[in-house]
């Protein structure tokens, strides 16, 4: 296999010919060979360029429901469906899950930002409060969500300072009628109209 070696510019950091302003993103050039990687808030600088929907993962076991707001959600697997999530390696909703053994996956409706915030921070088991969740088996599930899934625990692997929790599902349900909460850059966006159907 050759090995290509891109330019900065051409990964996209900066364009040639472009003028830099206050919000471009560079990484050090000198992070291509691997001496100097990209620190931790450049990268996340980076990521927050990366626009994606926003899900509340839910759980209960014997203290209580726990949950919390993330963005990082995709399928696996189509045969069995399997999909994945991934939780910071000290996270009270990962403690939970893993001793559940199953999850919820709930993608929030462009009018839940206020959901999404509140189960991003605070007080863990305070997130529920005032929140009328309907429950599937043992599992809190939000209510008017565009889509819900019910997952037992597949797998597990760590990542660095995250755990990959692959969760086979084992009910789900989805409305038609709402449009998701979309992240990108630091805040929450609605999509300007409904999209048209991809093949």
Request: charged share 20%.
């Amino acid at each position: 296999m050759n090995q290509v070696n891109y330019p900065a510019t051409a990964l996209g950091w900066a364009s040639a010919g472009e003028p830099e302003g206050p919000t471009a993103l560079r990484l050090d050039a000198r992070a291509q060979d691997g001496t100097e990687p990209a620190s931790a808030e450049e990268f996340r600088e980076l990521m927050r360029h990366w626009p994606t929907g926003v899900c509340v993962i839910t759980t209960q076991d014997a203290d209580g429901p726990a949950g919390c707001t993330v963005s990082s959600l995709m399928s696996v697997s189509l045969s069995p469906p399997l999909l994945v999530i991934a939780l910071a390696t000290g996270s009270v909703t990962l403690a939970a899950i893993s001793r559940a053994g199953a999850f919820g996956v709930n993608v929030l409706g462009e009018e839940q930002g206020d959901l999404g915030q509140r189960f991003a921070s605070g007080e863990h088991r305070d997130r529920f409060n005032g929140v009328k969740c309907r429950y599937q088996g043992r599992l809190p599930l939000l209510p008017e969500v565009v889509a819900c899934v019910v997952c037992t625990v597949w797998d597990t692997a760590p990542c660095a300072d995250h755990v990959l929790v692959i969760g086979k599902p084992v009910w789900h349900a989805a409305r038609h009628d709402l449009s998701p909460l979309l992240r990108f850059r630091s805040g929450y966006r609605h999509l300007a109209e409904r999209p048209t159907e991809c093949a």
